[in-house]
């Protein structure tokens, strides 16, 4: 009988999730165009501007554009920005997406030059996100240093939001409970007509490779509640692959690539 009352919970916990994934997407649907971050916080808290869910595992840093080069200044508020997870296990594998917001002028090239703590991270690979197709050539001869300069087939970035490529990076298995860098130290972008270029550089996130991670404490803070079941559902049916996958792995509970009922009643089990 006690078996069939938590059964019953269970299956009531659902339910509330699922009520509760139908709120939260239609709050995320009506705020998602008018999300901001601030430009002095290294780490942003973009809880508020999400709703009510916290997305405080998000490490956010962007960085104004300009130009170091002659008096034509870029436009207001053009910015690069780098985004991934706050904290990482030891041993897996993570994304940071780079991205160009707000340009006006036309784009047609860059050079990035990203420095990280190598006895912390290594480098895996990069993957070209967004529109459109651009050519890439990826400098890594040295640890601690990865440089990606691209150039556009032909045709310029002017959109307000431009995802440029994904970085894919592995915590080493060797280190917990520290925290590592990743700065970007030069970031170049050529504007036609003109040839300008505009710049950014000098800042960046840190990362925290965790001691350990207890499965189910979505959000990393000690204790399973509906914090954690809230964050699951945010990210209900994102699955590898997608672009906002690494925010949300740390709700994939059964490791399976997808965010679903499964890893929703895993974690409602474990709500105290
Ligand atoms: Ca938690
Ligand atoms: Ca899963």
């Given at each position: 009988m006690k078996k069939v009352s938590r059964i019953w919970a269970i299956l009531c916990c659902i339910t509330m999730i699922l009520q509760m994934f139908t709120v939260v997407s239609t709050v995320y649907a009506s705020e998602s165009t008018e999300v901001t971050y601030d430009l002095t916080t290294k780490v942003a808290d973009v809880s508020t501007a999400y709703g009510d869910v916290s997305l405080a595992s998000t490490a956010v840093t962007e960085i104004t554009l300009q130009n170091s080069y002659s008096n034509d200044e870029p436009s207001d508020d053009s910015t690069v920005f780098i985004e991934g997870t706050q904290k990482v296990e030891p041993g897996e594998e993570f994304t940071l997406n780079v991205i160009l917001n707000n340009f006006t002028e036309g784009i047609y090239a860059g050079d990035i030059i990203l420095n990280y703590d190598d006895s912390l991270f290594e480098?895996?690979?990069?993957?070209?996100?967004?529109?459109?197709?651009?050519?890439?050539?990826?400098?890594?001869?040295?640890?601690?240093?990865?440089?990606?300069?691209?150039?556009?087939e032909g045709i310029a970035i002017n959109s307000g939001?431009?995802?440029?490529?994904?970085?894919?990076?592995?915590?080493?298995?060797?280190?917990?409970?520290?925290?590592?860098?990743?700065?970007?130290?030069?970031?170049?972008?050529?504007?036609?007509?003109?040839?300008?270029?505009?710049?950014?550089?000098?800042?960046?996130?840190?990362?925290?490779?965790?001691?350990?991670?207890?499965?189910?404490?979505?959000?990393?803070?000690?204790?399973?509640?509906?914090?954690?079941l809230a964050i699951c559902t945010y990210y209900y049916q994102v699955s590898?692959?997608?672009?906002?996958?690494?925010?949300?792995?740390?709700?994939?509970?059964?490791?399976?690539?997808?965010?679903?009922?499964?890893?929703?009643?895993?974690?409602?089990?474990?709500?105290?």
């Open positions: 480098f895996k690979s990069y993957e070209p996100i967004g529109d459109p197709d651009k050519f890439f050539y990826i400098k890594h001869d040295q640890p601690g240093i990865v440089r990606i300069i691209f150039a556009t939001r431009a995802p440029l490529f994904n970085l894919n990076f592995i915590s080493k298995d060797t280190v917990a409970g520290e925290l590592g860098s990743f700065t970007i130290a030069k970031s170049d972008f050529g504007i036609m007509p003109g040839s300008l270029v505009y710049s950014a550089s000098g800042t960046g996130i840190d990362i925290l490779v965790e001691e350990s991670w207890n499965a189910g404490d979505v959000n990393n803070d000690g204790v399973i509640n509906t914090g954690d590898e692959g997608d672009l906002n996958w690494s925010l949300a792995k740390s709700s994939d509970v059964n490791n399976d690539g997808i965010i679903n009922i499964v890893d929703l009643s895993f974690i409602a089990q474990l709500v105290v």
